[in-house]
Every structure is written in structure tokens, then in C-alpha cells.
């Protein structure tokens, strides 16, 4: 193995295996550091991929890499404590190809991701960690490895390191994350067999769906839990702020608990049994939090560059295309023979034109306004329950006395005025 | 910031043994702790709350004794405790390379 590279990524998650699979198709040599036994070994996910991203670096990739189950259902919750308002939408159409998105497991996902970089050309070396870039001049030239002898060196170095991205704070990229700007995360696979599961779920054979739910289910919480089938397991798991989590004295996995023996939720899981329990945080910073993306001989991509939209629950396509985009720009950079920043700055300028950065910008403030108002989730979610709890339930009263009644408690509650601010602030953070 | 939770945690009785969690996963422990507690003294005197007991995922940090037993055996990676300990006082490495919990699904 040359102790010279074009590039090193480190990690192997879909971030790093995207750059390093575009960078090695353009001939760059390439080696990815994983700190896992295998690829996927340290990733966690709700577990939802994208297929329109995937589809970009690897076309039809669904006939051949291991998924769980097409996503044909989303479902959403606003629970409180022993009912939900539900809605969702399911679509024939996300039965059948392209797809919109899978659930997966990113261990099995991520090994045969690697194994297509690895026919690629790319070099994956497992079980290493990265303590250090090596840093000359002012750009960073390598890595030091945990390994004896592990120095390795290249023209870039794409950190591809998740949230905790220890690499990119040592370059002074960005400050420690605050507890407000990371979600801590807890989940469990529940097995059940794949008819059990089609059956609660009401979908065809080897059909899935997600659920996401808000209000009771992070008891007050800002955060989310979820429910996603995979083939013959059921994923669930809720993410709050860290720095609620911390204040209120909440053991996470208690909250899960909770969740699983909530009245909506517990018979869907019925029997699942536990064979797996994670933790993982999950970057809401959002746009404010993104760190610099782009120095001498290095870019950052995916979690580590807090590439994840919370409202919509999207990570691994963000994560993705940074990786996609990163390469894009080395490849250029490679082109000319220079990886100084400006080099490879079209990497932020691109990602600053997709999507991604559009999205992020948009929900720039979504977080904070639900971490500083949470009436949002206490007070309107139940009140939503409540009022349809009402107006559903037949005991003799007239319609309009029901309206009446619920208008009359909601304003009892709270003026029109803060009703009307509440309304407007919501609709600030999400337009 | 004026949230609180709209339930009391206690009086919904859960008990959890989060062993019996840790249980289902595949490790391979190193000898040295990836985790290191700088200074037994601040968790002594000048961190009342000992929140690492309560938001680690893993309950890796119990109060034991007087001071803060680290079962880092046990940890899932997660990173909580260096960015949450209050005081600042947990000094957090990944494990080497090929160490610590090996996720099979996710």
C-alpha cells in the first residue's frame, strides 16, 4: 500500500463513501478510514435513504444493495396521552420504481457501499482510528492513525467523521457543539415476522412505512419519535435536545420505554423482541451551526459539517451529496494539481446552491422557536387531541355547542392576541 | 427556559435495566477507559445535579461511593457526556480502533 494518496476520507459512512466512490471513478487513489470492525459497525439511523441521491453515484442501485422496505406510507402523530391525531399520505406510486426511500440497516448498507468503492479501486481499512491530521505550513497533508507506523498522507483530507467530529474542532473549524444544537437519540430493533409486521402496518409483502410522532411522546420535550419497518424488525426511537435532557434529569431510554408502552404505540410493537439498543446524536444546529467547510487540503462533509434537516428528518441524502460534492471539487482541484482552499472552495459554493443549503436556511430557526415556545408541543397537541376528541364523540350535544365549547376553552387558555402570535411566529420559522 | 415535562417521570414507574439493553450488543471492550472523569473533585463538590447519571444513554456514570464510577465498557459512542457535563470534566476519546460497541443493524 503507498503511504501517498490523492485523498483520505475519514469514515465510512455515506458521506465518506460518496466522495470516496466519485473520487475513485475519476481514477484518484483513495483510502477510507474506519474506525469500525466493518463499515456501518459505528452508524446509527433512524433509517431512511433517499434514493434519488444514492441513485446519482450508483443508478438503479436498489436491485442490488441490501435494503429493508420501500417506504410507501408516512404517517404522522400528534399524540397525547392516550390518543393521536393522525394523518400521512401513501402513494401506490412509492411501491414501484424509482422509489422515494428506503429503510435500511446501515451496517449491511454501508459494508456493500463499501465493497462498490472497493470495486472502484478505493482502499477501506477497517478498525483504525484517526487520532490527528498532520498539519505542514498551514495545510493538513495527512492523518495520524492509532496504528503504529500510521501516518498516512494525500493531497485532501475529506473529514467525514460524524457529529462529534473531533477532526474538524482540532482545525478549529468550529467550537464544541452546544447541548442545544445536538439531539440525543436513543432506539431499539424490535424482530417480529415480516407478515406480523405487513399485518399492523396494513402493507403489501415487503412494503414499509414510517411514522413520525410528536407531542407526549418526548413528554414536553423538543424532539421527535419514530417507528419504521424494516423486513422482519421494527425500529423505534425518540431524539430530544441534549440540553433539555439534561436539565430535566430524563434518562433517555426511559423516555423509550415510555414510548413503547404508550396506547397508540403499544400494539403495533406487540411481542417485538429487542435485539439491539443504540444511541447516537443527531445534528440540529441547522444553518447557524454549519462549520467551515473548506481549508488547505481538507473539506468536511455530512454530520460533521451539521448537514441535517430535523423538520424533515433528512441526514443520510445530505450527507450524500456533500460527499458528491466534495469530490466534485477535488476532482477539479486535482485537474489543476492545487488543494488550497480556494481550490476546493466550489464544494461550499455548490452545496450553498443546492437544495441542501436552501433547506437548512429555511428552517433556520424552526429548532430554537419550538425550544423557546413549548406550547407548541404541550399545549397545541392536546388541545388539537381534545378538541377533535369532541367534536368525534357523540353524547348528545349539538355541533355548534361543541364548537362553541372548544373555541371558549381555547380562549380561556390563552388570549387571540398570543393565539395569533403563536400562529404567525410558526409560520415565520417554516415559510 | 421555562419548559418543564408534562409528566413526572417517577410516577409513571418505569424501571429499567439498562443492562439487560447493553445486553443485546456486541462489544469488544479495550483494557483502558476511552472515558476519563479530569477531576473526581468537581463531581464532588461542585456538580450537585451529577446529570451524567441521568442522560447517558448507556448509564455508563453512576454516583457510587462518592464519586463517579465510569463503566465505559458499556458506552455506545454517542459523545452526550463531553458536550453536556456541566462542568466540563469528562475527557472523551473514541476507543482504538476495532474497540467498543460493533453495531449489527441500525
Redesign the interface.
Known sequence: MPDKFDAIVVGAGVAGLAAAYKMAQEGLSVVVIERGDYPGAKNVMGGVLYRAMTEELIPEFWREAPLQRPVVEQRFWLMDSQSAVTTGYKTKEWAMEPYNCFTVFRSQFDQWFARKCTEAGVVIINETLVESCIMENDRVVGVRTGRPEGDLYANVVVLADGVNSMLSRQLGFHKEWEPRQVALAVMEELKLPSEVIEERFNLDPGMGATIEIYGDSTLGLVGTAFIYTNKEHISIGVGTLLSQVRQLKVRPYELLEYLKSHPMVRPLIKKGEPVEYYAHLVPEGGYKAIPKLVGNGVVVVGDAAQLVNGMHREGSNLAMISGRLAAEAIIMAYKIGSFEARDLSPYEENLRNSFVMKDLKKYKNASHLLEVNPQYLNEYIPATNMALHEMLTVDGMSKQEKQKAIIKRALSRKSLFSLGKDVYKAWKAMK | ???????N?KA?D?E?N?DN??F??RW?PDRESHLVVVDHSVCAGKCP?K?CT??C???VYEWRDGRIAVGFEGC?????C???C?QGNIRW??????Y???????
Open positions: 427556559m421555562n419548559y418543564k415535562l408534562t409528566k417521570m409513571l418505569i429499567i439498562i439493553k447493553l443485546l450488543n469488544k445535579g446529570d441521568f442522560f444513554p448507556a448509564r455506545l459512542e454517542c459523545g452526550a463531553r458536550i453536556a456541566p476519546r473514541y476507543p482504538r480502533g476495532g467498543g460497541v460493533q453495531f449489527r443493524l441500525a
